[in-house]
């Protein structure tokens, strides 16, 4: 299955297809990509044989086992071949992910980081990265524990799409526990604030994915997007959010959500909440007719 990319025909009509042509091109504008850290960090990996033929046969396996597969099962045996020098196979890799796209990209770095952390962690692309997710979280906690901006029902979203997700950021055990609704609210959104900066970089970025999808105003209006906003246009007019999310919102398992996410990684963020709803419908329909 191919990879996802922003200029899918689910854009729809060919000035639609331009159109995002040119955002992207605005959004790529100003600020890397995942395909240009990959390009900057393609050397730092085939330097002295940081990633090993085990981990190279986890990356792989990892790309072609995720629904949509980034790798087809002819590539995945391609780059296993173990007849292949390992530096071979990864430059091979690197160069085809690039070849594929945004999608394709970000999914190494996802796996990257989930089997070789402390590799991941000092890639010369994230040490050039100001300010890390769990960074932004630990910025953005006040607000969101302030004034009850979070209700219980979207504590409850939060917590079961943590859950639900593959690999999921939240155990079964964890997500009973933040759903617990004996204890109150604020108390049990601060501990899963808490919680989700202890696990580390993954856990942070799916809280602000599933903080988008469910509550995309209050997203909007936290003080790292703000900033992030005022970083990209002094006069704070660009309401875009993080390109490095727009490209990906949806593009994890979700247990709740199916096959919906192959349309709405790409069209959703644009749209209302009852539109994103009657789309998220309408794919599931499709899904279940096929």
């Not at 609704?181 to 994915?209: I, M, N, Q, W």
């Amino acid at each position: 299955m191919g990879v996802m990319k922003p200029d899918s025909a689910a854009l729809g009509g060919k000035s639609c297809h331009h159109g995002r042509d040119e955002e992207v091109r605005k959004w790529r504008s100003e600020t890397d990509t995942y395909c240009d850290q990959l390009e900057q960090d393609s050397w730092f990996l085939k330097n002295d044989y940081r990633l090993s033929a085990q981990l190279v046969e986890k990356l792989v396996l990892q790309l072609n086992r995720i629904h949509p597969n980034v790798l087809s099962d002819k590539e995945a045996q391609k780059f296993r071949d173990v007849k292949v020098p390992t530096k071979t196979r990864l430059a091979d890799l690197l160069s085809t992910l690039k070849e594929k796209g945004e999608e394709a990209c970000h999914e190494f770095y996802r796996a990257l980081h989930i089997h070789a952390e402390q590799l991941y962690i000092s890639l010369p692309s994230r040490k050039r990265q100001r300010d890390t997710y769990c960074d932004q979280l630990e910025q953005d906690t006040w607000f969101l524990k302030n004034d009850y901006r979070l209700s219980a029902q979207l504590v409850e979203k939060l917590v079961l799409q943590l859950n639900r997700i593959h690999p999921n950021v939240l155990s079964d055990k964890e997500a009973q526990k933040f759903r617990d609704v004996k204890v109150p609210t604020k108390t049990r959104l601060a501990d899963l604030l808490s919680t989700l900066k202890e696990k580390g970089e993954e856990a942070c970025h799916e809280f602000y994915r599933a903080l988008h999808i469910h509550a995309e105003q209050l997203y909007i209006s936290l003080p790292s997007r703000k900033r992030q906003r005022d970083a990209t246009e002094p006069n704070g007019t660009n309401i875009h959010p993080d390109p490095r999310e727009r490209f990906v919102l949806n593009e994890r398992e979700d247990k709740a959500i199916g096959d919906a996410k192959k349309i709405l990684g790409f069209t959703a963020i644009g749209l209302s909440r009852r539109a994103k709803a009657m789309l998220i419908s309408y794919a599931e329909d499709q899904s279940k007719n096929q």
